[in-house]
């Protein structure tokens, strides 16, 4: 796997047969990475040093708390600076864990029963795809691909809301969020009292704003614009989206838009501190 800016210019390589699955940038820490099928996370710090596994053990599978917890299945992970904790979803996002990434400490978040019974009739649950983030108050969003939802965690409470979705994939142009409906939905980034989420089924990504939502990138009719949107990062006010092989961007303030990279062998994208954007690629 070769880790960098591009395909020419790589940061580091990460010497590894197992397959990754995602990516998070922790400032100021290093680089942690999502083997989902392997149960467990890798970790990098700037010096280029691979830790491997970082927690969890590879190829077993388990549900254990402390500093050397077992993973089932983890499928996306998020940061939050304020409390330097990452958030991890587990086997389709019917487990969420909290990570303090000074201690190295794992901490299971007990979720309500009306939240499990989503996923009480679901044969495949482990393989499902999620994309979580969580915003600037600690407050948490994640969706779940199959299950055609957004779902939303208030920091001060466990009791998980469906946010957007009734179950039913398909597309809505009302700006109601009750009535909106999501067809794969499978990136989602939160930016001050926005949230964005890109919808692979619907070819496009819409931004969310209280109980307005619009569509700001593609079109579910047009797939020259975006044709399989996934992970959405920003970095001063520029939107980047993995659509396929192709990192395209968009202008939040002028609406400009294009293509920056494109590679056959594209896993990940990440945001950093400053202007940079990481690309994890498979070679």
């Known amino acids: 796997l070769s880790f960098g800016s591009s395909v020419l210019d790589p940061i580091f390589d990460i010497n590894t047969d197992l397959e990754v699955t995602g990516l998070c940038h922790v400032d100021k820490f290093g680089f942690l990475f999502l083997f989902r099928d392997h149960h467990c996370i890798g970790y990098s710090d700037y010096k280029r040093k691979i830790t491997l596994p970082w927690m969890g053990a590879i190829d077993q599978k388990g549900d254990k708390e402390g500093t050397c917890p ?9 940061y939050w600076p304020h409390l330097k904790t990452c958030y991890l979803l587990e086997a389709g996002g019917s487990k969420l864990k909290s990570i303090e990434i000074g201690s190295k400490y794992c901490g299971k978040i007990n979720l309500q029963d009306s ?55 398909g597309f809505s142009i009302s700006n109601n969020l009750s009535v909106c409906l999501l067809f794969s939905p499978s990136g989602i980034k939160c ?6 989420i890109s919808d692979s089924g619907n070819r496009c990504i819409r931004e969310v704003n209280g109980g307005i939502i619009r569509l700001v990138m593609g079109n579910p009719l047009n797939e020259k614009i975006l044709s399989f949107p996934s992970k959405i990062v920003i970095n001063n006010s520029i939107m980047y989206v993995l659509d396929k092989r192709d990192i395209k961007y968009l202008s939040l303030n002028d609406k400009n838009n ?23 690629e498979r070679i």
């Not at 930016?191 to 964005?196: A, D, E, P, Q, W």
Request: with cysteine.
């Open 191 to 196: 930016l001050n009292n926005m949230i964005y």
């Open 258 to 280: 294009g293509l920056i990279l494109s590679s056959q062998n594209i896993v990940a994208i990440e945001s950093g501190a400053r202007k940079d954007i990481y690309v994890l």
């Open 115 to 169: 939240y499990k019974r989503y996923f009480s009739k679901i044969d495949n649950i482990e393989s499902m795809a999620t994309a979580c983030d969580v915003n600037a108050y600690g407050d948490l969003y994640w969706v779940v691909k199959n299950l055609h939802r957004c779902f939303k965690k208030k920091m001060e409470n466990n009791m998980v809301e469906n946010y957007i979705g009734n179950g039913h994939a």
């Open 70 to 78: 077992l993973f089932n299945h983890p499928s996306s992970i998020c």
